[in-house]
C-alpha cells in the first residue's frame, strides 16, 4: 500500500504563496492519480487538484484556479502544489490523496491519504 506525508503548511499572509509537498513510500505514485484535497473546521472536505496517473493531466477547482498549480516529481516520489495569491479562504488542512484509478473530484473514492497540513492565511 501507499504511505502518504504532507508537508509545507504553515501561515502566511493573503497574497502570499506557499508550496506543499506530498512524499510518497510503499509505491511509486506515477502509478497513482493524485489529489489534493482541504478542509476548514465544520464544513465539507473539498477538491482542490488532481494529477493523473500515466498523462499527467491536471485538474483543478475553479477556486484555486490560475493560482495553484499541482506537479509530479518523479526522481523524489513527490506530488507539489504550488500555492499563489493566497486568500483567507483557502484556510483549511490540506489533505494528499492518492486513487489506483482515473482522478475524480469526490474524496471518498482515494485509497490512501495523508495525516494533513495546516494553512493558514491571514488577511
Known amino acids: 500500500q501507499v504511505q502518504l506525508v504532507e508537508s509545507g503548511g504553515g501561515l502566511v499572509q493573503a497574497g502570499g504563496s506557499l508550496r506543499l509537498s506530498c512524499e510518497g513510500s510503499?509505491?511509486?505514485?506515477?502509478?497513482?492519480?493524485m489529489g489534493w484535497f482541504r478542509q476548514a473546521p465544520g464544513k465539507a472536505r473539498e477538491f482542490v487538484a488532481g494529477?493523473?496517473?500515466?498523462?499527467?493531466?491536471?485538474y483543478y477547482a475553479d477556486s484555486v484556479k490560475g493560482r495553484f498549480t499541482i506537479s509530479r516529481d518523479n526522481a523524489k516520489n513527490t506530488i507539489n502544489l504550488q500555492m499563489n495569491s493566497l486568500k483567507p479562504e483557502d484556510t483549511a488542512v490540506y489533505f494528499c490523496?492518492?486513487?489506483?484509478?482515473?482522478?475524480?473530484?469526490?474524496?471518498?473514492?482515494?485509497?490512501?491519504w495523508g495525516q494533513g497540513t495546516q494553512v493558514t492565511v491571514s488577511s
Open positions: 494529477i493523473s496517473r500515466f498523462d499527467n493531466n491536471k
Open positions: 490523496a492518492a486513487r489506483n484509478g482515473v482522478v475524480v473530484a469526490s474524496g471518498h473514492e482515494y485509497d490512501y
Open positions: 510503499g509505491r511509486t505514485l506515477s502509478s497513482y492519480a
